[in-house]
């Protein structure tokens, strides 16, 4: 992909010729420096250092006031941390939301980049619809479905009642129905950049190998279990870790369509600390909580990239 | 069996259109309709009266216009900040092997990874020192950081697509660097380059997390800002224009997305095999 600048230096090098290929290389690289420096100075100061800041906040007892001052606390926030209930019931709920849209997520793009691979009418249409969700800022999303999940005069409940079944469920603000709600405009929004990923993934596949497989007499889910998975697995593996991670540290939608109701139900841990942080004012405190999030998610994720990789391993084994 | 795939399958794809689709348009739809017919309990697609006023009752709000301003300033200037300082990182990581490069393409995927919630307490912390908590130039620099990573990702693609042998061939011609780098190298290029600009556009007109914390005067607030306290506030007797304030603020991100669309799909597909 990719051809070293240095190595188009000429081969034979005579002595004398050896300093002057020192002195290119060294402006070279000053060259490189000078040209890569603007770059890295914003993300060193905007984004390294509250990373850095950020990790050492989680030991302290800072608030956020006028004039801060503030205590190293040791590991004090980490031990209040393990008592506080409510921490842990919002990340239940936040690992309920992650995993349930990934997977549906998954699912239900997986569903229409088939679809679009397999040579239907509409496709143009269903793929610039498909980009919509994708497209639209998380507020406008929000207001939108809020619009949907209208107790009274919302279009959901409109269509369940002329089918028969109640039609006064208050879908949001509802202790039963908000957390499966707010999934589903989860999954809404996040399934264009899967179902773009994978039919990409889908187009990559040689059609040779659908071919010889119909040839022996494969069913289409047969087809689907022997070709199409197992050519995909690298790709679903990346773009599931990524919407993972994403879907984890998705703030804007929950905020705006729920702000954490009814009663807590759909209290993901990031909303949970952005209020400890700003209404609350406790910043160190946050940062704990922030550093714990930041753990579980790299262990839930190495645990899942392992698991893939020995699957790999037990599949070209076998 | 075979016989009834077809339509089973365009079943299946019609139900998807109906759920992508469906909720943008009762959105269209309702910042049609009377507020009368908003609250009233009869549910229909189509407004029994089309109601434009709606649209003028959304821009009379001088919030909303001074807001998509804001919006529109931020994300221009934070555009063009993001490629005037990408595009020659890029053509290093692009061109040059080694560490540089592992460092570079390896901080892009982490970022990708990145605790947002861990990171914007100390942010705060910092524009605030340097006075630029509560200032649209703070968010525009916080816009440009954060969309840089991937802007990086996506320009150094479009490099790598340009063959060496063809700055190469210029070079030999007698063209300086310079001369090959804006004669051969910048008009390839362009595609790529106008594709990020879009992408950072909508990025940043986009984006809530980060106006949401450091913003705090009204008049400093962009567009989404402005339409989440309007949720709160009167926008739930005024659902209308409402509703048409949502339908003006998704038009630039639409258009540029269904400009993108081909290009999108290239850009991510690299990110997402290496990740």
Redesign the interface.
Known sequence: MTLAADTRAPAPAPAPRKRRQGTMARSRRREAIALVMPSLIPILVLSVAPLVMGLALAFTDARLVRNPDYDFTGIDNFTKLAGNSFFWDSLRIGLIWTVGVTVLQLAASMGLALLLNSGLKLQGLTRVLALIPWAMPPVVVAIMWQMIYSANGGPLNAFLGSVGLPDDTNWLGDFSTALPAVIVVGVWVGMPQTTVTLLAGLQQIPQDLHEAAAVDGAGAWRRFTAVTWPSLRPIVTSITSLNFIWNFNSFSLVYVLTEGGPGGKTMVPVLFIYLEAFKNRNIGYAAAMGLVLVIIVVLLLAVYLRSQFRDDRAERGR | MRVL??PA??L??AA??L??????L??IS?SVKSSGE????T?S?LPQQWHWDNYSDALDRQGLVHSAGNSLVVALVSTALVI???L??S????????K??AA?VG?ILV?????????????F??LRTIGLADSLAGLT??H???T??FA?WMLQGYV?AIP?DLE?AGAMDGAGRWTVLRRIVFPLLMPGIVATAMFSF?SS??E??FA??LLQSPENYT??IT??MF?GGE?KVS?GP??AG??L??IP??V???IL?RR???G??AG????
Do not use: C
């Open positions: 795939l077809r399958q365009y299946a794809l998807y259109i759920f992508l689709g469906f909720p943008l009762w959105l309702a908003l609250n009233s309990l549910v697609l005037v300082i990408a020659p990182a053509y290093v990581l692009a061109r040059l092997k080694g540089i490069r570079g901080w970022s990708q990874v990145f605790p947002v919630v861990l990171v914007i307490l100390p942010l912390l910092i620099l916080v440009t950081t954060y840089l990573p990086l790598s060496v190469e909508v007109w986009n809530f997390f949401l914390v567009l989404p339409l989440n949720i926008g659902l409402l509703a949502a339908v603020a998704a991100s639409i540029f997305f269904t669309r999108l799909t290239s991510l597909m997402a095999v290496k990740g």
